[in-house]
Every structure is written in C-alpha cells, then in structure tokens.
C-alpha cells in the first residue's frame, strides 16, 4: 500500500512543501520513521527539547508540521494548522483501505435477542452477546462480543459497543457514543441508609443513565444509575478509562475527565470542565464552565469560576504553587525562625 505526498495533502487540506510524487508507504514516529513512513511535529507542551531534537534527527520521508516550525531545506512537509488531526486522518485512512475489520459482521448466531426488539439496518450484534426485551438499536451501531443490553433501552444510530460492555436497564444511549471493553453503563448508585442499630439497608436504584450524542467512555469505567430521576453525560463529553461517576451526577458538554477520577453522587459541571488523572470530586457540589483541575486534587465545594486548580483542598492553581514552594523550603523556614527566637531571647534575657 502507498499513498504520493500530493494524495496525502489533498485528503488532509494541507499546504504541500516537496515532492508531490513521492510515496508513503506508512506512518510513525519520530524517532523510528523511516523515509517511507509519514510523521509529525507539533508544539508539545512538555519536553520541548526532547521534541525539537527528533525534529532535527528524523528520517521521515514526510512531515506534518504547523505554520510556526522552520522547515529545512530538502526535505518534505505538509502544513496545516492542526499536524496531528491531519496525521490521525492519514492513519484511518490508511487502516480503511487495509480493511482492518473484525470478520463478524452482521448478526451473529451465537447472539440472543429477544424478539420485541428493535433492531435498524446495518446493525452488527456480535458473538455471545445479549440483547433483553423491547430495546432499540439505531442504524450502523456495532455491538460487540459477549455484551450485555438490559431490557427497555435504546442505543442510537453508529454506536460502538466494544466487548464485554454492560449496558443496564432503561438507559439511554445517543447517535455516534462509542464505549470501550468493561465498561459498565447503569450499575446501581452506592446508597444506604442506616437504620438505629448501625446496619446499613440498600436503596433500590430506579433512575436510569442518559448518555448523549458523541460521548466517548473508556475501558472499565462505571457510571451509576440515579436513585430515582437519572445520571446524565452530556453531548461530546470524553471519558477515559477507569472512572467512577456517581449517581445523579451531570457531566457538561464537552468534558475531558481522565483516568481514576472519581465523581460522587449530584455533582454537576458545567461545559468545557477538564478533570485531571485521580481527581476526587465530593457530592452536591458544582463546577462552572472552564473549570480545569489537575491531577490528583481533592474538590470539595463548588468552583464556580473558570480557570486552574489544584491542591487538597483544592485552591487557584497559583496559590497551589505558591503554597508548594513555601512547603518545600518549610526547613529554611524553620531554621531561620529558630535562629530569630535565640536572638530574641537573648536579647530579652
């Protein structure tokens, strides 16, 4: 399989600096491409040096790069504003025209579907998989080996349920969400109550979780159903794998919530909220539109205001800071008032 430079930057939109004629046969990274494979540079965030290095060392037939990089001479580039959406492209096309498919396409056999369901075209039902009563299955959705879908709940149209996803009872699940293997969609809210003598009794979980269009879920993430109203992500929410989310939580659109964060029970956040890796959200609480929190932070009340926080508790990230210097020269500190307290003594003896 190959693809000339020019093929490349037509599918992209990008601004071709080289020879147009020349094949690529592949894609990699910097460090170990070769003059057949195609790569990228973008301005990282962390490392710069390291990414600047390779940039210069690469043996990449072909580079993505953005308007700001100085191109060396010889060599070919593909501009765009955006490398690495427009080598991610190259990627999937490149892994579509190899046909990377699974070979169970369709319904298979070996899957049991009750007969009240509601299945659309195109629908692929792989092996082992089960489908309860009266669900509804959209157009062009995939689901995946040894899947579990409780009955009365309906799946849009082009979904991807990877194996062993667990959909509960009476959830709802939008156009386009695609949800990775372990993941489980509904399982019952941690509630109790404790009655005189110190036991704990369940309370029955009746609300259901509402999944909108474009969500992403990763892998053995859990997100609860509401004790009695419901648990809803909102549209382009992206959550990666490993996340707790309580029930009766609303998760904004567009979020970013990243691994072994976990968020109790009628929390809500706003749009564009980023929760960093193993950060603990407390219950009730909100956060507003443009909260971002670092990894592992404690919150726990609401932040209201857009911007950077970080700490336990958490606080603006500048005061996190500020307060992480002082704790690392807290021995300075003490020596020097240590030293302070003799001369006053001595003086006041």
């Known amino acids: ?49 390291r990414y600047k290095n390779a940039l210069q060392l690469t043996k990449a037939g072909a580079l993505f790069v953005d308007e700001e990089t100085p191109l060396i001479e010889g060599r ?47 629908v692929t039902i792989g092996p082992y998989a089960v489908v309860d009563q009266y669900v509804k299955i959209g157009q062009g959705t995939t689901i995946g080996p040894h899947c579990a879908i409780g009955h009365n709940s309906t799946i849009g149209a082009q979904c991807t349920l990877h194996a062993k996803v ?6 709802t699940i939008g ?61 382009g929410s992206k959550i990666d794998n490993l996340v707790q989310i309580g029930h009766g939580v609303e998760v904004g659109e567009d979020n970013i919530i990243v691994s072994q964060t976990g968020i109790a029970g009628s929390t809500s956040t706003g749009r564009h909220v980023v929760l960093g890796g193993q950060v603990a959200v407390n219950g009730h609480i909100k956060l507003g ?29 500048d005061d996190y800071n500020r307060n992480a210097v002082y704790l690392r020269n807290i021995e300075k500190y003490i020596k020097k008032i240590n030293t302070l307290e003799k001369i006053v003594l001595k003086k006041e003896a």
């Open 76 to 122: 070919n580039y593909l501009i765009t504003s955006s490398p690495s959406l427009a080598f991610q492209k190259t990627i999937e096309s490149f892994c579509q025209d190899s046909k990377l498919t699974s070979a169970f396409q369709g319904i298979h056999p070996t899957a049991i579907i009750h007969e009240s369901c509601q299945i659309e075209e195109g």
């Open 166 to 171: 667990v959909i509960r009872e009476r959830c």
């Open 1 to 49: 399989m190959k693809k000339t430079l020019q093929e490349i930057a037509d599918l992209t939109e990008s601004r071709l600096v080289g020879d147009p004629n020349y094949n690529i046969t592949h894609y990699a990274d910097l460090d170990t491409a070769n003059p057949s494979a195609i790569s990228f540079f973008s301005q990282p965030k962390f490392d710069r040096q």
């Open 289 to 317: 539109d443009g909260v971002i929190v670092t990894a592992r932070t404690g919150v726990s009340k609401s932040l209201l205001k857009p911007g950077k926080y970080g700490g336990v508790p958490a606080v603006t990230l």
């Open 175 to 235: 156009n386009r969400v695609i949800i990775q293997p372990g993941a489980v969609i509904g399982s019952c809210g941690f509630g109790y109550t404790t009655d005189e003598k110190g036991h704990h009794q369940h309370l029955k979980q009746l609300g259901i979780v509402s999944i909108e269009d474009d969500v992403d879920i990763g892998a053995n993430t859990t997100i609860d159903r509401s004790r009695f109203k419901e648990t809803r992500i909102k549209r």
